[in-house]
């Protein structure tokens, strides 16, 4: 095996390492609070102090914590149903509107698996991947589009005994908010989302909202996304 192909390996295998861990964690206690940029670690609270002028909050502590996103959507603050880790910088924040119900119904967890202790957590993080990205723009100049970010956008099943599944597909969309950046915010672009599904083609979710300050999708892939106009 080449050097540059483990290193890839090795940086992969502990990105995952790092960051499992924290994933298993149920951050949602009782005294646990949501609210906008609010990091959850170990059934606690903590402020977080990144959020921008719109209110859409994203953590972006130096080490991953587990968080419930929050971002403003037409006015009204939407909360995700889900927990997980967020890193993100590309975007300003990023929220899963579908039940937690259906989207486990949605990726094949029934409900034993949730009775069992099964979760379902995000880790959303900024696309540092050099030959994922070049693939990502490659398809959007196929598509006569133009790529502006790029941020990985995965689900995990986790079981009780800390068993982890990544989650690359669903068989009835998804809703998934993104919190765009002002640079891009205050542009006059048409944002989409581009995304190579399982079978290497090329899917363009266009936004379905009506604000110019976030992009809402519904998606059926989950992994790198490209954010396009």
Known sequence: MKRKTVSKFLAAALSAALCVPILLADPISAAARTVSGDT????TVSESSSENSE?????TTAAP???TNNVVISGQRATSTISGIYTATTINGAVISTSKENLASSIGLSEADIAAGTN????ICDNHNKASKAALQSAAEAAGKTAVGYVNMDLYTITKKGVVTKVTSSSEPVSITLALPARLAK??????ILA???DGKTVIMDDVDTDSKT?????KVFGAYSIVY
Do not use: H, L, P
């Not at 209110?55 to 953590?59: A, I, K, L, P």
């Not at 542009?187 to 989409?192: D, E, I, L």
């Open 40 to 43: 959850v670690s170990g059934g």
């Open 55 to 59: 209110g859409n909050g994203g953590s």
């Open 65 to 67: 914590s587990v968080v």
């Open 120 to 123: 379902i957590r995000s880790y």
């Open 187 to 192: 542009t006059n672009n048409s944002f989409s």
């Open 196 to 198: 190579i599904d399982q």
């Open 215 to 219: 992009i809402t999708i519904n998606t």
